[in-house]
């Protein structure tokens, strides 16, 4: 099935929307220890995938791929998903959050190497912009400081944003590969997680049905269709504007947290909001200022 740019552009930018729910709903799963709810959520997701393969027969020959595309799909979702909990758990969160966050320039920048594709000035002072309202975001406007002692964490973290980085701009080198895969990878990633979680956390479940209930919308949301919308978005849109936009998320993160009550609106995610939006507006002024090309009306040539 054919897309065209524009559209899996679109559609690439609602997992930004989908992840913006993920502090939300991870708030509201309790106590779960983070490898566990990661097993949890990706054998949700994943198995969200196979049921699915009930009303589309075929879909399953997804899976068969050669063992570097399994690499990259499952490095990609468990390599930077454990880094990034590795880096929370050694480092603290502000400064990892922010290194964390250099994945949407990495992913633009990354981008230049591919075949077709040309990094602009533009690009990179959107993302510069985006990443300056995405510090404000994480750091509430009270600045920041590195510690050598945290070296360990920080360097998790940006193991995670080149993971990240790097399997969005790769999967669009295997673009062939349907998006169908990801359950493959969700699954396998579940298991990884499960792995780790026996081994180094102890199991607590969720205390109620509304905690359940979070898991299973993570499960779904930002830990199931996300990936799915994300691949189309990466694989066939305009990946510098993905990246860009995804600047996005910890903006619509913390609004979601205030209405939720997790969290009080100040004047700096005002700030913050305008400049993500200037950021993501002027990265991706290419496709908002693109025309469809215009048909000439039809006149018969001269003799």
């Known amino acids: 099935m054919s897309i065209s740019r524009r559209a899996a552009t679109a559609i690439g930018l609602i997992a930004v929307l989908l992840w913006s729910t993920l502090a939300w709903l991870t708030a509201a799963t309790g106590e779960v220890p983070p490898f566990e709810l990661l097993a949890l959520t990706f054998a949700i997701g994943g198995l969200a995938g196979v049921l699915l393969w009930v009303v589309r027969p075929g879909a399953a020959k997804a899976l068969r791929q050669p063992w570097p595309v399994w690499l990259l799909g499952v490095g990609g979702l468990f390599g930077y998903h454990a880094a990034y909990f590795i880096a929370l758990r050694n480092a603290p969160v502000v400064e990892a959050g922010l290194i964390n966050y250099l ?15 040309r990094l602009k000035w533009h690009h990179i002072a959107g993302c510069a912009l985006a990443l300056a309202g995405a510090a404000l975001v994480v750091t509430g406007g009270r600045g920041f400081a590195f510690d050598p002692k945290y070296l360990g964490g920080y360097a998790a973290a940006l193991f995670a944003a080149i993971a990240w980085g790097l399997y969005s701009v790769l999967s669009r080198r295997v673009a062939h590969v349907p998006s169908d895969a990801i359950t493959g990878f969700c699954l396998v990633t579940a298991v990884l997680a499960g792995l780790v979680h ?50 996005a998320t910890p903006l619509i993160s913390t609004a979601i947290l205030i209405l939720a009550g997790y969290a009080a609106l100040s004047p700096t995610l005002a700030i913050a909001a305008l400049l993500i939006t200037a950021g993501a507006v002027i990265a991706a002024s290419d496709l908002l200022v693109r025309r469809s090309p215009r048909v000439k009306d039809s006149v018969p040539s001269p003799p």
């Open 103 to 117: 994945w949407p320039l990495l992913i633009v920048v990354f981008s230049a190497f591919l075949p077709g594709e």
């Open 198 to 247: 026996f081994a180094l956390e102890p199991t607590i479940w969720p205390a109620n049905a509304l905690q359940w209930a979070a898991i299973l919308a993570l499960g779904l949301g930002p830990v199931g269709l996300a990936f799915y919308v994300w691949d189309t978005g990466v694989k066939h849109g305009d990946i510098q504007i993905v990246g860009a936009v995804s600047y």
